[in-house]
């Protein structure tokens, strides 16, 4: 079946710090992977997905490359803002009716 | 911008009653979902609802859990008596294309405790 490994958190930065938060993926096919992101407060909301091998998703500074090879989709920020803390999800979807399947979620923490 | 909305945020039940957790989705879209997280686990799928049935569920939703669309705006999930290990998150979800390159709009979540 599918499943989705993230890095365990919190991770803790220091603003403007470079942000690297690693995801694996098991999947049949060929699915779609997400970056979700949950801000206190709030609903999970997209952050940036990618649906074939090799394509970058990329968001408000937030990258991500879709490898096949080695099965992942790790989430960088050049620079975290204080405003970045919120917990991140990684997810891949495989099916025609989209259904989802997540990490744990990763918090992280940006200090100023 | 539209947004899913969820209530309650929190409910506190005692083992055994009944819940309803209610969601109103973005009011074009198609697909329906719910979604669970205990704490320090994974988001969970839990059920698919499209064209007033369900259109795929997991293992979670036994006979418990039902589903709902009582009329054009609210989508429900019941859990008919409740269970200590019941207790997780919610987050009710919805899309208005079936594609699974399509975004999934989350709301805030339900915050369910059985005691």
């Known amino acids: 079946g599918n499943s989705v490994t993230q890095m365990e958190g919190p991770v803790t930065l220091s603003e403007e710090a470079f942000l690297t938060i690693n995801c694996t993926y098991t999947?049949?096919?060929?699915?779609?992977l997400f970056w979700y992101v949950q801000y206190p407060g709030e609903g999970l909301q997209l952050l940036l997905k990618?649906?074939?091998?090799?394509d970058k998703g990329s968001n408000k500074g937030f990258e991500a490359t879709y490898r096949k090879e080695t099965t992942s989709f790790h989430l960088e920020k050049g620079s975290v803002q204080v405003s970045d803390s919120a917990v991140y999800f990684c997810?891949?979807?495989?099916?025609?009716?989209?259904?989802?399947?997540f990490g744990k979620g990763t918090m992280l923490l940006v200090s100023p | 911008e539209p947004e899913v909305t969820q209530t309650p945020s929190h409910q506190v039940t005692q083992m055994g009653q009944e819940v309803i957790l209610r969601c109103v989705p973005i009011s074009n879209h198609l697909y329906f979902y719910w979604y669970r997280q205990i704490l320090g686990q994974k988001v969970e799928f839990l059920v698919s609802f499209y064209n007033n049935e369900i259109s795929e569920k997991s293992e979670i939703f036994d006979d418990q859990f039902s589903v709902e669309r009582p009329d054009g705006s609210n989508f429900t999930l019941k859990i008919r008596s409740t269970k200590l290990e019941d207790s997780a998150m919610y987050f009710c979800?919805?899309?208005?294309?079936?594609?699974?390159?399509?975004?999934?709009?989350f709301g805030e979540g339900s915050r369910l405790t059985v005691l």
């Open positions: 979800a919805s899309r208005r294309l079936a594609a699974n390159t399509g975004e999934l709009f």
């Open positions: 999947a049949t096919g060929y699915p779609s």
């Open positions: 990618a649906t074939k091998a090799d």
């Open positions: 997810a891949l979807s495989s099916n025609g009716y989209s259904t989802l399947t």
